[in-house]
């Protein structure tokens, strides 16, 4: 079920919000109300992600169960630190296994194939198999990457006794399935959510805050992500040798916009929808397009995963306090996962390499350089071409037609007007809008606004901002428009 779809806007959401505040109406004892919230939104959690299939959803409950036992087991059971560590190389193993077979199954069918019968016509960076071992290609659970890590971090934090068992099977099953960030983040660690499953004050200020951040997210999402989506796949629809110039081009700019506001505007609705709930989500995304070298952009892009990445992969490695090659080991470990956590697919461990070795670069020598360099805008420029070529990789369906789009990009000997074709006046206004609002008006003006923000007129403003964001984008549902959410896939 989609964030921006009529089903959830119009049935699923309010019938959930109802339900909320009839609980809030009718249980006058604190700590009962809230079990019983538990109870309604944990099962709302499970038919929100059983709508996509009863096959996905029992998966689902598996990793819940495995990863509660696991947490049981080491916070109560095992008396000594080796019988915790077994224990949770246990619960890592499944975790990894189940993720595995899940995601990456089919991508090690196409290796073995290619590598079984080199001349049947696969290609292993192509991704297309022989057929060798006919083989059934195995249906990817949506999110499973996000509540499989969020999951293990909780087992996680309680070998290292940073977070306390939770003995409440249901309390837990919340933690995992709660709708609102279950299927594309952001990853909540448990010690970040503890305390909000058993005593959160619902305020109607942080309704009224949830309502506007969603409404915002889901104009982000329908209006901007989905147009320039559309200007994308068409693009890229041309085939290998046609991407050529200034069409290359507007495809690497509008994917790199529509990956933002597609991924962005998702986690907006997420943390809105925990508001209006009475949960508090830490932000995922920090103006990334604004940043002046590849350290800086991951410390403001997908916030919550490169979090999850330094805590529990960087820091256990050594992070930066074994010496400079070390580090730099590291840091090329790190971002290799990354890029496999992404998906199965080299084009994900090339986009994974590529942002390590620029990182590797930084910390070498390219660092000193942009921090000594006066005229910040080219650091920018810099930052943004690396970073839409690295999404050139993402988009791609294989290694073959990333370099021949990358080609295309220098190529402006064929026809150069191709690109007037994908223009269209509505293109051209998100376009403005987008990379407008992706970081420099924000910037800007965000120090007046919270001076000014309580103002009448402001608050008017601001009202009028969000009926207009959530009727325009309800007509362009209405309407049909391209939906899927990127980070679905993951």
Known sequence: MLFSSML????????????????????????????????FLLGASLVFYAWGGIYYLLIMLGSIAV?????????????TKRDKKKALILVVIINLAVLFIFKYFNMMVIVLENIMDPTGGGSILGMQGTGALSLPEIALPIGISFFTFQAMSYV???????????????SFALYVSFFPQLIAGPIVRYHEIADQLTHRREKLVMRAYGIKRFCFGLAKKVLLANTFALAADKIWALGEGKITGWAAWLGMICYTLQIYYDFSGYSD???????????????????????????????????????WFREYVY??????RKGQARTLVNL?????????????????????????????AERLFLGRILEKNRHKWINHIYTMFAVMLAWVFFRSDNIYQAGTFIRGLFDFSGNNFQVISFLSMKLILCLVIG?????????????WYLENKKMAWVLNADLVLQIACF??????????????????QF
Request: with cysteine.
């Open 8 to 39: 959830f806007l119009w049935v699923f959401l309010p019938a959930v919000l109802v339900g909320n505040a009839l609980i809030t109406a009718f249980v006058h004892k604190r700590s009962k109300r809230i079990r019983i919230k538990n109870g």
């Open 67 to 79: 990863n509660y036992l696991g947490g049981l087991v080491i916070g109560k059971r095992c008396r």
């Open 156 to 170: 996680i934090d309680v070998y290292r006794e940073e977070t306390p068992v939770q003995e409440n099977l249901f």
């Open 269 to 307: 609705m997420a943390i809105g929808l925990g508001r209006m709930l009475g949960f508090k989500f830490a932000e995922n995304f920090d103006y990334p397009y604004t940043a002046g070298s590849i350290r800086e952009f991951w410390r403001r892009w997908h916030i919550s995963l490169s979090g």
């Open 315 to 320: 820091i256990p490695l050594g992070g930066n």
């Open 332 to 360: 090329f470990i790190v971002f290799l996962l990354t890029g496999i956590w992404h998906g199965a697919n080299f084009t994900f461990i090339f986009w994974g390499l590529f942002h390590g070795i620029l990182l590797v």
């Open 435 to 447: 990379i407008l609002l992706c970081g420099p008006i924000q910037r800007k003006f965000s120090a």
């Open 471 to 488: 009727a325009l984008s309800v007509l362009s549902l209405v309407g049909g428009t391209y939906n899927p959410f990127i980070y679905f």
